[in-house]
């Protein structure tokens, strides 16, 4: 891949989802390469699960490689059962819940600060 080394890049997790949808173009606009992050949607340039800090590192190694930096990490990966009454969310769903929403911002952050 071919990539200006003056130009910013910022990387989005969670970038296909709703505020995603309006940051990305927006830090575009801005003059960013943006690298867009989702665990599986076909249209984000990476896929990757933000849970698994193998595949976090993975895939930001992949990103320095290809752009040589990461300026600006968006995180905006959240969960959420909404439909669910309280009483009937298990362990294991608050739990899975904590690991997305609390661990995320450490589990991106860290390997994205060694650039």
Known sequence: MTHDPST??????????????AIVPAFGSAGY???????????AA?????????????????ILTDFGRIDVLVNLVGAW???????EITDEDWDGLFKINSNLCWSCHAPSSRT
């Open 8 to 21: 910013r890049v910022a990387l989005i997790t969670g970038a296909t989802g709703g505020l995603g949808s």
């Open 33 to 43: 390469s943006v690298v867009s992050c989702d665990a599986a949607h076909p249209h």
């Open 46 to 62: 990476r896929q990757f699960d933000v849970t698994d800090p193998t595949a976090v590192e993975a895939a930001v190694s992949d």
């Open 81 to 87: 059962w909404p439909q669910d009454p309280i009483s």
